[in-house]
Structure formats: C-alpha cells, structure tokens
C-alpha cells in the first residue's frame, strides 16, 4: 500500500452540523429558528438543566439513528484521489464506542458508521478507494493513538487539538489538524487547515494536487 496517511472519522470525514440542529429541535432542545454548527448546539444543550445528560442523549440519537443525515465534507474524494495519485494509501482511525451509553436502543454505532461509508463510496468498491479492512473504530483515545503507531502512518489527520497533544502520539507522524471552513485557526504541535484542499497542500506533492 505504500506510506499510509490516517483520517479521523468523526467531524474530519464526516459532518454533523445540519443533523444535530435538525435532531436537537426535533428533541425539544432547541428553538425552531435556531442556527449554528455543532460547537453552538453543544454550548447550546449543556447550558440547560440536566445539560450533560441531555447532551449524551442527542449525540447517541446523531451518531446511531441519525447518522442517515450526516454529509460528507466537502474535498474529501478529491483529497483522496490526491493521495492515491502520490502514491499514499489510506487508513481511517476513530475513536468510536460499539454503542452510547445513553442509547436505550443500543445502536451498534460502528456498524452505523461503516454502512454510511459504504453508502457514500468511500468503501465498497467506491470512489473514495478506502478498503473495508482499513477502517478501525477504537474504544479509547490511548487506543486509537496506539493503533495510528502500530499502522506506521506518514502523517493523520484529526479534528481534535487533544489527540495531537496527548504525551504518546507517535513523534514522527506529521500532525494535521483539520476545523472545516473554521473563522480562526489554532496554534500547537501541529499544522492547522481549513478544508480538504489545504491539508493535500501541506501534505502532497505539487504534481499529485489539483
């Protein structure tokens, strides 16, 4: 496969935004005229009484049931056609429990997450290239961080300042954080981006991009 390039899942690939407002007011936790991404939804639910557990209980309703409604980020298949044409293979690595604690249906959200991958050609055969054998979910952020180190990655991307600065992040993969379309951009232990076209910038050569 080559050197191998590691994409988060949650908030990298994938995006909720439009999906927790939709599911959060059809919850009652939110207004009808209510706008704004996630980071509002969450400052948003938190701040009501009770707020943590009702913040649980919309996150388990977004990332099981209602994963249907999640979009994919823009430039992802343009980004991974890069990589594939630089000769790098892909692998993505999330931290994702098998179910939420706050699910009383108890959806597999693994499961969720890998049939929208497949409804969306990113795995199956489709367009985006990735092998159903390359896709890992992992219980605990110490464990995603061990299986990035034991895959050997050239370089991840994550949307999580945290996971860069955790002590036992593996030194020699470039760190890449990505905050889709974000109005301000954080300093630390890695290179900051806003879209899929920045990160193929920084981590690409030039005849691969577009």
């Excluded at 367009?127 to 050997?152: H, Q, W």
């Excluded at 920084?202 to 691969?208: N, R």
């Amino acid at each position: 496969m080559g050197r191998l390039i590691g994409l988060d899942f949650d908030n990298t690939i994938i995006l909720y935004d439009r999906v927790f407002a939709r599911i959060g007011q059809s919850m009652g936790l939110l207004p009808p005229n209510f706008s704004g991404g996630k980071p509002h939804v969450r400052e948003h639910v938190r701040a009501m009484e009770d707020g943590e557990a009702k913040w649980s209980l919309l996150q388990a309703r977004v990332y099981g049931p209602g994963i249907d409604g999640a979009e994919l980020a823009p430039g992802t298949f343009a980004f991974l056609e890069c990589c594939r044409a630089a000769g790098f293979g892909i692998v993505v690595v999330s931290h994702k429990t098998e179910t939420a604690f706050a699910d009383p249906q108890g959806t597999n959200l693994r499961d969720a997450a890998r049939a929208w991958m497949l409804r969306h050609g990113l795995t199956g055969g489709g367009p985006g290239g990735i092998g159903t054998d390359d896709v890992y979910f992992e219980s605990t952020r110490a464990d995603k961080i061990a299986r990035i180190a034991s895959l050997g990655c050239f370089a991840f991307v994550d949307d999580l300042e945290e996971v860069f600065r955790e002590p036992g992040f593996p030194e020699p993969v470039s760190r890449h954080l990505l905050l889709h379309g974000a109005d301000r951009l954080p300093s630390g232990p890695f290179h900051a981006h806003r879209s899929w076209s920045d990160v193929a910038a920084a981590l690409l050569p030039a005849p691969s991009r577009r």
